[in-house]
């Protein structure tokens, strides 16, 4: 049986943010600023998923709620619009215990497609991106090694 | 270039050895070139599930690199199936090792150590960001293992296989 293919959604408008949770573990250092950026690793996955910021407002979630229960995580967005651009689909896959989640489909694998993600996300949860410090301690004190 | 000689999977004691540690028996002096170089061989050992990896390395000074890396290897090897909350599965150790494999042919003395990165299919990404360069190297789980490489003052980009390990060595000592 062949994989599912998804359709990109023109109902989901190129400015709506998409939330994406990223492990600590995929924060890493920049040499040059000695802040975190977000790895492009954080983008690699074909079926990458993502929960759409107006399906999740509609059920009276926020940005809050993609986090809850995920103390070793933190929160970046991209917009539909971003993801399009590199010729990825952005289409709705609601999950019974998540309804606003979605996916941004396709292949990621070549070209900096999952570099380009990367810098056009902007962060969430922090709202602005911490010192590589700050994410080190957080490591530490959840216990995981870096 | 210090020689990080194998990376091997071997069998061993079961007593959980941290990636501080080193394996003793294996810290001498060469006896063949000890009196032109001094060149030791050291092995580190850091526990994966009932196995362990080694690394030995051989070198007169042991490049700052090597236990950074160790240690940031170490801290992806053990992730639990889920761990980034979207299916992650575990880090395959065959990539584990084929990564170490490139590092060996690619680093030297002054190379800064990379992020070691997990990635979501069970593989992982070497990285890099200085000097206004970036170059990531991906051993993906079920593909050929690449890099990338972008200057962000010029926008020049590269990409190719990993295995061009001429290529990567030059590319890394541009942003060394």
Not at chain 1, 4 to 25: G, K, T
Not at chain 1, 33 to 59: P, Q, W
Not at chain 2, 40 to 62: D, I, N
């Amino acid at each position: 049986m062949s994989p599912p293919v998804f359709q990109d959604n023109a109902s989901i408008s190129d400015e709506e943010r998409l939330f994406r949770r990223v492990h600590l573990l995929l924060l890493v250092r920049d040499d040059d600023t000695e802040s975190v950026r977000v790895s492009s690793g954080a983008f690699k996955d074909k079926e990458l998923s993502v929960n759409i910021e107006s399906t999740l407002a509609a059920a009276g979630g926020s940005a809050e709620t993609c986090l809850r229960n995920y103390k070793t995580h933190v929160l970046i967005s991209i917009t539909a619009g971003n993801a399009r651009q590199l010729d990825q689909a952005v289409c709705r896959d609601p999950l019974p215990e998540d309804h606003s989640h979605g996916l941004v489909y396709g292949s990621k694998s070549k070209s900096g497609v999952s570099e380009r993600l990367r810098t056009a996300a902007a962060w969430v949860i922090p709202p602005i991106a911490p010192s590589f410090e700050v994410i080190d301690s957080e490591r530490r004190k959840l216990g995981i090694k870096s | 270039m210090a020689a990080l000689a194998l990376p091997l999977s071997v069998n061993w004691p079961t007593k959980a050895l941290t990636e501080s540690q080193y394996d003793t028996r294996r810290d001498y002096t060469i006896a063949t070139s000890a009196a032109f170089t001094n060149r030791r061989e050291k092995a580190f050992v850091f526990p994966s599930g009932e196995s362990a990896y080694q690394f030995v390395v051989t070198a007169s000074r042991l490049p700052s690199w090597i236990e950074k890396t160790i240690s940031a290897y170490s801290g992806i090897q053990n992730l639990n199936e889920n761990w980034d909350s979207y299916g992650g599965k575990k880090i395959n150790h065959d990539l584990i090792r084929s990564s170490l494999s490139i590092l060996a042919q690619v680093m030297e003395d002054s190379s800064p150590a990379p992020a070691v990165v997990p990635l979501g299919d069970g593989g992982l990404q070497l990285e890099w960001h200085r000097k206004q360069q970036d170059l990531e190297v991906v051993f993906p789980a079920d593909d050929t293992p690449q890099f990338f490489y972008q200057n962000r003052s010029t926008g020049v980009e590269q990409e190719g296989f990993a295995c061009d390990v001429l290529n990567l060595a030059q590319l890394l000592r541009k942003i060394a």
